[in-house]
T-cell receptor, first 113, second 115 residues
Framework: SQKIEQNSEALNIQEGKTATLTCNYT??????LQWYRQDPGRGPVFLLL?????KEKRKERLKVTFDTTLKQSLFHITASQPADSATYLC????????????FGAGTRLAVHP | GAGVSQSPRYKVAKRGQDVALRCDPI?????LFWYQQALGQGPEFLTY????????KSGLPSDRFFAERPEGSVSTLKIQRTQQEDSAVYLC?????????????FGEGSRLTVL
């Protein structure tokens, strides 16, 4: 069955550094991948989508890569700020012709001043 | 409203009680999803509506769970005879259409605690 793995341990980094989060998947060839941000007590918020034919996507300080050979996506936040502290979720679509997503467990990022 | 609205935000139920959770999606959004999120986990798919049609209910954990969207807008998730394992955050999400690769807009969730 389809499986998504994200680092379960929290990632602690210093303000100003680049945070890199990993999303690995198995038994699957998704047409695209999405990243969401979730703050405590809130619903997930969409950040970026990258398609299988795109190697890299950028949005402001965010960068996502998608390696379909390694079955891996990397999510980077450059010049990180304490306000970037949150849980980041990776999501891939089930097969079926509509946008039904399977989510990873998420990685909690803490950016320290 | 501007976003997806869910109510109640918090619900405490005694084991065996029935509960109803409401979702008001973004106006005009065709697709509506319900997800269940346990503490420390990612959201898990429960069910999907395209307008008023429930096209996928494969994620509903038991026949105690029932969802409807009778007029293609507001949706209700009903849980009958609640059990402690039903304690979780129930998230509703909508998207513009059911097409592939659409972004999901989530509500803030309804946190259910079953005592």
């Amino acid at each position: 069955s389809q499986k998504i793995e994200q680092n379960s341990e929290a990632l602690n980094i210093q303000e100003g550094k680049t945070a890199t989060l990993t999303c690995n998947y198995t038994n699957y060839s998704p047409a695209y991948l999405q990243w969401y941000r979730q703050d405590p007590g809130r619903g997930p918020v969409f950040l970026l989508l990258i398609r299988e034919n795109e190697k890299e996507k950028r949005k402001e300080r965010l960068k996502v890569t998608f390696d379909t050979t390694l079955k891996q996506s990397l999510f980077h936040i450059t010049a990180s700020q304490p306000a970037d502290s949150a849980t980041y979720l990776c999501a891939l679509p089930f097969s079926g012709g509509y946008n039904k997503l399977i989510f990873g467990a998420g990685t909690r990022l803490a950016v320290h001043p | 409203g501007a976003g997806v609205s869910q109510s109640p935000r918090y619900k405490v139920a005694k084991r065996g009680q029935d509960v109803a959770l409401r979702c008001d999606p973004i106006s005009g959004h065709v697709s509506l999803f319900w997800y269940q999120q346990a503490l420390g986990q990612g959201p898990e798919f429960l069910t999907y509506f395209q307008n008023e049609a429930q096209l996928d209910k494969s994620g509903l954990p038991s026949d105690r769970f029932f969802a409807e969207r009778p007029e293609g807008s507001v949706s209700t998730l009903k849980i009958q005879r609640t059990q402690q394992e039903d304690s979780a955050v129930y998230l509703c999400a909508s998207s513009v259409d059911g097409g592939i690769a659409g972004e999901l807009f989530f509500g803030e969730g309804s946190r259910l605690t079953v005592l």
